[in-house]
């Protein structure tokens, strides 16, 4: 089965760049989305949609790439509000089902 | 206001089913594809299943090997998960959510509902 593939763990300190890599071999021909959940058991929120866009209310320090099977997630400035888990979210080769990645907790610190 | 609420979840025994229930208020649910995803305690994110706007098109991942059915409908502006077969891997929180929506120039819609516990 298809699988998106992300680093466990980020730790940044305040005011510095975290970037967080998802790779997967169907990325060249799928659109990458990428989520926030804070701890809490709270919903997850959509960050970055289409590879590089940012929904409205996401603050221009967060930001997204590709490039070949490779979408990065980068955090410019990083703030103690960014500390959560960041999944990215994608479609596997031939379309059909989801998958998410197994997740990477960013901490700043 | 818009929302997606999921109701049905609690606890079940090993091997017996379960169906949990998605309805949507402030908004028009035929409008969007509808997706479920779990997680488990401690866990990360998993897409389970989608089901297309009509309901005519439906995809599951592979790991549920065909236990669980996600069905819609639009008239009472709610989407179902039918759960079968279940085992203690299946104890999570359960959300729905819509299909992400993108009008070009303007922006993207999504919604999650804030989940429900089920615990086999």
């Known amino acids: ?3 998106l593939t992300q680093p ?18 169907a990325l060249p021909s799928n659109f990458v989305y990428w989520y926030q959940q804070k701890s809490g058991g709270q919903a997850p929120v959509l960050i970055i949609y289409e590879d590089t866009k940012r929904p409205s209310g996401i603050p221009e320090r967060i930001s997204g790439s590709t490039s070949g099977t490779v979408a990065t997630l980068t955090i410019s400035g990083a ?3 960014d500390e959560a888990d960041y999944y990215c979210y994608s479609t596997e080769t031939n379309g059909n089902y989801r998958v998410f990645g197994a997740g990477t907790k960013v901490t700043v610190l | ?4 609420v999921e109701s049905g979840g609690g606890l079940v025994q090993p091997g017996n089913p379960l169906r949990l229930s998605c309805k949507a208020s402030g908004f028009m649910l035929s409008d969007y594809g509808m997706h479920w995803v779990r ?3 401690g866990k990360g994110l998993e897409w389970l299943a989608g089901i297309s706007w009509n309901g005519v098109n439906t995809d599951y991942a592979d790991f549920l090997k065909g236990r669980f059915t996600i069905s819609r409908e639009n008239g009472k502006n709610s989407l179902y998960l039918h759960l079968n077969s279940t ?3 299946d104890t999570a929180f359960y959300y729905c959510k ?9 922006g993207a819609f999504e919604l999650w509902g804030r989940g429900t516990l089920v615990t086999v």
Not at chain 1, 8 to 25: E, F, H, L, N, R
Not at chain 2, 98 to 106: K, M, S
């Open chain 2, 39 to 41: 997680q488990r305690p």
């Open chain 1, 1 to 3: 089965s298809y699988e």
């Open chain 1, 8 to 25: 466990p763990s980020v730790s940044v300190s305040p005011g510095q760049t975290a970037k967080i890599t998802c790779s997967g071999d």
């Open chain 1, 79 to 81: 703030q103690v509000e």
């Open chain 2, 98 to 106: 819509t299909g992400i929506f993108v009008e070009p120039g303007i």
């Open chain 2, 1 to 4: 206001e818009l929302q997606l």
């Open chain 2, 87 to 89: 085992t203690v891997d």
